[in-house]
């Protein structure tokens, strides 16, 4: 299954017309294999283990990189660090830990909400912006 999607999104970066190196490649799997967001620091983290030499400045070209072309998404978690995740074109929000920083998707509450504000107002809706706050499970037990 990881192998597939691995495929998947590879075939997308080519598309793109950006070539397949092996740290795109890694890069690539560690989001795969993550499902959720992550920052740079994150992701370099994980290659660091499985690659001789990086640095965390290529893979932030690199991400740039896919985000430019569509391939990832950036988000904005109000961390004030930027995270990626893969774009799958499915508009989700998400659920942060303010303990351990872990997030979770979560499904959009408020389409309702433009089609009304569009109904009120006349706006033709184009986006809004949602995270929602809390402390896991886990760090309630600390
Ligand atoms: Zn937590
Ligand atoms: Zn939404």
Same mark, same amino acid.
């Given at each position: #299954?990881?192998?597939?999607?691995?495929?998947?999104?590879?075939? *997308?970066?080519?598309?793109?017309?950006?070539? %397949?190196?092996?740290?795109?490649?890694?890069?690539?799997?560690? %989001?795969?294999?993550?499902? &959720?967001?992550?920052?740079?620091?994150?992701?370099?983290?994980? %290659?660091?283990? =499985?690659?001789?030499?990086?640095?965390? =400045?290529?893979? /932030?070209?690199?991400?740039?990189?896919? =985000?430019?072309?569509?391939?990832?998404?950036?988000?904005?978690?109000?961390?004030?660090?930027? /995270?990626?995740?893969?774009?799958? &074109?499915?508009?989700?929000?998400?659920?942060?830990? #303010?303990?351990?920083?872990?997030?979770?998707?979560?499904?959009?509450?408020?389409?309702?909400?433009? *089609?009304?504000? =569009?109904?009120?107002?006349? /706006?033709? +809706? +184009?986006?809004?912006?949602?995270?929602? /706050?809390?402390?896991?499970?886990?760090?309630?037990?600390?």
């Amino acid at each position: #299954m990881v192998r597939e999607k691995c495929e998947f999104w590879e075939k *997308k970066l080519r598309e793109c017309g950006l070539r %397949l190196t092996r740290q795109r490649k890694e890069i690539l799997r560690v %989001l795969i294999k993550t499902n &959720g967001p992550l920052n740079a620091r994150e992701i370099f983290s994980e %290659l660091t283990s =499985s690659e001789d030499f990086l640095e965390l =400045s290529t893979v /932030y070209r690199n991400l740039q990189a896919f =985000s430019k072309r569509g391939l990832i998404r950036e988000i904005d978690l109000g961390t004030g660090e930027k /995270y990626f995740e893969l774009n799958t &074109g499915d508009h989700h929000h998400h659920l942060i830990c #303010m303990g351990c920083g872990e997030v979770l998707p979560l499904g959009c509450p408020l389409r309702h909400l433009e *089609k009304d504000l =569009s109904r009120e107002t006349n /706006y033709s +809706i +184009i986006d809004h912006r949602l995270n929602v /706050y809390g402390v896991c499970p886990t760090c309630q037990e600390k």
